[in-house]
């Protein structure tokens, strides 16, 4: 399909939370199933529940998804960062925009997860402008949000999603 890969994912890594962005459209979900079977790395996902209703909700949870009451008041962050402590092995996908649509401002539930979880953060882009899906190398996140937060932005500087204006 000409995509080209820059970067890879590090082999000896069982955890991370992994973001990927921009989330502009619904094509950025197979591409994620199939960047993560190239990668050869088993990555989960949480997703708004109404997503796991009928009639593809078993084809959700089969490929690896869980549904998120995205209900305000819920400990979500403490809930995600547990299911690290439960598993040996646990890689969880998560768009910051928390939507499809352009937003000023993302959800930083991703990183308050990975500080809580002592797991780091993988950025993943699919830049639909030049085709090619980009990958960091870990970041944990340290206790200072605002220079974490300046790293994880230049990551996604000068990408561009599948619906340009979105992204």
Same mark, same amino acid.
């Given at each position: 399909? @000409?995509?080209?890969?820059? @970067? #890879?994912?590090?082999? #000896? ?18 591409? %994620?199933?199939?960047?993560?079977? *190239?990668? %050869? ?7 708004? +529940? ?14 690896? %998804?869980? &549904? ?13 960062? &547990? ?10 996908? *998560? &768009? ?12 930083? @539930? ?13 950025? *993943? ?5 030049? /085709? /090619?899906? +980009?990958? #960091? ?14 790293? *994880? ?7 561009? %999603?599948?619906?340009?204006?979105? #992204?």
């Amino acid at each position: 399909m @000409g995509w080209k890969f820059h @970067g #890879s994912w590090p082999d #000896s890594l069982k955890k991370a939370v992994v973001i990927v962005v921009p989330h502009t459209s619904w094509h950025d979900f197979y591409l %994620g199933l199939l960047v993560r079977r *190239i990668l %050869g790395v088993d990555i989960k996902f949480v997703a708004k +529940k109404e997503l796991f209703k009928p009639p593809f909700g078993w084809y959700f949870k089969w490929m690896g %998804g869980t &549904a998120l009451d995205r209900t305000p008041g819920q400990k979500k962050v403490e809930a995600i960062a &547990a299911l690290f402590d439960q598993k040996d092995e646990f890689r969880l996908a *998560i &768009a910051p925009e928390g939507t499809r649509k352009k937003v000023t401002e993302w959800k930083t @539930g991703f990183y308050y997860i990975a500080k809580k979880a002592n797991v780091p953060i993988v950025m *993943i882009a699919f830049d639909f402008g030049k /085709k /090619k899906v +980009k990958v #960091s190398k870990p970041l944990y996140p340290t206790e200072d949000k605002d220079l974490d937060f300046l790293k *994880i932005r230049k990551f996604y500087e000068d990408v561009t %999603g599948k619906i340009a204006r979105y #992204s």
